[in-house]
């Protein structure tokens, strides 16, 4: 079973500060994804990472692949209250024509203003 | 373009009680699935359908079952409902091909198990 493991659960900082969150696996995926959830809606991508060591930014928010394609992390900088969701990763892994997405449980955060 | 849609947004049902949540995906989308998301356990998958056929599964029992419609509109039923399957169930469609399987997820239909 493929697990993949994000840390810190829970991230409570105020507003103008940065952060990174992590998302780690024994397992390697052929991509992985990002998503923020926020509360009372469905979870809305952010961004695919595809390329081992790919780094891809999205204004103040910096994703990056590991080489080995087994973590990710997101980096947030100068972090602000609309940041404020549940931040999932997902590994795609994939097994003959279909693909399945594993989730990680999460990283709560919260930006204070 | 209208995103995913699910019915209903919320409701209440007592254990032993069955339930049936509805899901539209975004038009041209021929894959449907389906997650429970719980503060324990994060989302966790349920079951897959394209095209009709049920392509994924989770690890879920038999208790949990699904369709998939002609027109791509799928539907999860869960019968004698227990107590942990209060959650909340997320559907999402996507093209079905894609090799990086980038999800669209409706806002859930919140479940509460009394």
């Known amino acids: 079973t493929q697990l993949l493991e994000q840390s810190p659960q829970f991230l409570s900082i105020q507003e103008g500060e940065n952060l990174t969150v992590y998302c780690n696996s024994s397992s390697v995926f052929s991509s992985l994804q990002w998503y923020r959830q926020e509360p009372g809606e469905g979870p809305v991508l952010l961004v695919t990472?595809?390329?081992?060591?790919e780094v891809k930014k999205l204004k103040r928010l910096t994703f990056q692949f590991g080489d080995a394609r087994k973590d990710s992390s997101l980096h947030i900088t100068a972090a602000q209250p609309g940041d404020t969701g549940l931040y999932l990763c997902?590994?795609?892994?994939?097994?003959?024509?279909?693909?399945?997405?594993?989730f990680g449980k999460g990283t709560l955060l919260t930006v204070n203003p | 373009k209208a995103g995913v849609t699910q019915t209903p947004r919320y409701l209440i049902k007592t254990r032993g009680q069955q339930v049936t949540l509805s899901c539209s995906p975004i038009s041209g989308h021929r894959s449907v699935s389906w997650y429970q998301q719980t503060p324990g356990q994060g989302l966790q998958f349920l079951f897959e359908y394209f095209s009709e056929t049920q392509r994924n599964k989770g690890n879920f029992p038999g208790r949990f079952s699904g369709r998939q419609f002609s027109n791509s509109r799928s539907e999860m039923n869960v019968s004698t409902l227990e107590l942990g399957d209060s959650a909340l169930y997320l559907c999402?469609?996507?093209?079905?091909?894609?090799?990086?399987?980038?999800?669209?997820f409706g806002e859930g239909s919140r479940l509460t198990v009394l």
């Open positions: 997902a590994g795609v892994s994939r097994g003959g024509s279909n693909y399945k997405l594993t």
């Open positions: 999402a469609s996507s093209f079905g091909g894609s090799p990086t399987g980038e999800l669209f």
């Open positions: 990472v595809v390329t081992g060591g």
